[in-house]
């Protein structure tokens, strides 16, 4: 039956909630950022749950008809396609992972072969500074001495502001950013993630870090650029001001995780400190702004070929999901984890408590693939503007494929 966009958009932002509801246990709490209409949350949250069936049956009635034009109607239409393929787990459907991810992600993710990671673990070898032991010993010797001692942990936030300046500063030639954004630092302890960037709304935005973990100082760009700018919080404040204030996308405040639009923009945050520190300038300023107070000396690593290789070791995450798919028992996940991502123990099995959280099994594909998506799509003479199109755009994966021959 006909409907207007306005009742289509009631209706997709309904089934978002109601499968969020339905997918309680996730690594950040939710598999759904929204900021749409009170209204809409507050009826699901009084209804009685539906069953999984109506939820497919409510999914094939937004892909029935599609009241938009022909490029919104796409979007759209993955997204409720993602959205079914949850309804459809839900309710039974046990589609192999491939193929799950496929219909959610709106890409191939095929499990990777470990010549990739033999290949990064190469890389990484030249990238740190010589040392005994074997390769993962030697990573784990250059993260606990740029490691933020814990004494000092209440610099943390402040640490962070000024990496919020410097990335913001730097965004700001690519895009114009706001000037009354505030962006705060908040340390979290208890929670199943290493960093998280929350945009609020209202120019307002807050990245949570988890206070339980050590924190390397030699990521402090690579995390603070890809929760912040130009990664998850850039992309929400200035796609609220460019799709729905400017051209009243209501749908971009219903966000969800499961879907195409995830893969990019985790493949931007991945990206994100490569893009606005190209070469070694992120550790340049490091070297000047940080690492001196905390007397961290120079040791001859490569801060941003270990940031790459770490981006390429997400594929092994991605291959650890496709072998917890298949059942295999924890201790070879985490052999897995610990032989090719060069996990700790630790590491390792805070790793597979975050796998076996709601959805991760399937988002954690979008890292690698969404890196690798955009490491080909950014590489062109246009890459500022690219950038901004992420940034300003609803944009699928499909949209970033070559055009064929």
Excluded at 8 to 29: I, P, V
Aim: with cysteine.
């Amino acid at each position: 039956m006909p409907v207007t966009p306005q009742e289509w958009l009631c209706r997709y932002a309904l089934l978002a909630l109601r499968l969020d509801r339905r997918l309680a246990g996730s690594a950040t709490g939710t598999v759904l950022v929204y900021q749409g209409p009170p209204e809409w949350r507050t009826q699901v949250e009084r209804e009685q749950p539906p069953p999984a069936g109506r939820l497919v049956d409510d999914a094939d009635e937004l892909l029935e008809y599609l009241p938009f034009r022909p490029g919104r109607a796409a979007y759209l239409a993955a997204h409720a396609r993602a959205m079914r393929s949850v309804a459809r787990r839900l309710a039974g459907t046990r589609l192999p992972l491939p193929e799950f991810a496929r219909e959610c992600l709106g890409v191939p993710a095929p499990r990777l072969p470990e010549e990739l990671f033999d290949e990064a673990h190469a890389q990484l070898d030249r990238a740190l500074p010589p040392g005994p032991g074997s390769l993962a010993d030697r990573l784990h010797a250059w993260q606990a001495a740029h490691t933020l001692p814990v004494p000092r942990l209440d610099r943390l936030p402040t640490l962070v502001d000024r990496a919020v300046a410097e990335t913001r500063r730097r965004t700001s030639r690519i895009v114009p950013l706001p000037p009354d954004e505030v962006v705060r630092c908040r340390l979290e302890s208890g929670v199943g993630y290493r960093a998280a960037g929350e945009y609020e709304g209202g120019r307002r935005s807050t990245i949570h870090i988890n206070q339980d973990l050590p924190f390397n100082l030699a990521d402090l760009l690579y995390v603070v650029a890809h929760e912040g700018h130009p990664g998850h919080i850039a992309e929400s404040l200035l796609k609220e001001q460019r799709v729905v204030e400017e051209q009243g996308h209501l749908d971009q405040q219903v966000r969800f995780l499961l879907s195409p639009s995830f893969v990019l923009s985790e493949g931007l945050g991945l990206h994100a400190q490569e893009i606005i520190f190209p070469g070694d300038e992120a550790q340049a300023w490091l070297t000047d702004n940080v690492l001196g107070e905390f007397d961290i000396p120079a040791d001859g690593s490569d801060f941003a070929a270990i940031h790459r290789v770490q981006n390429v070791l997400f594929g092994a995450w991605a291959n650890t999901a496709y072998l917890a798919a298949e059942s295999r028992p924890d201790d070879e996940l985490a052999a897995y984890l610990s032989r090719w991502a060069l996990l700790s123990g630790e590491e390792a099995a805070a790793a597979l408590a975050a796998l076996r959280a709601t959805g991760m099994a399937l988002y954690v594909l979008a890292y690698f693939h969404g890196w690798q998506l955009l490491d080909t799509w950014l590489t062109a003479p246009d890459r500022r503007p690219r950038v901004r199109r992420l940034l300003t755009e609803q944009l699928l994966p499909a949209d970033l494929q070559p055009d064929p021959a």
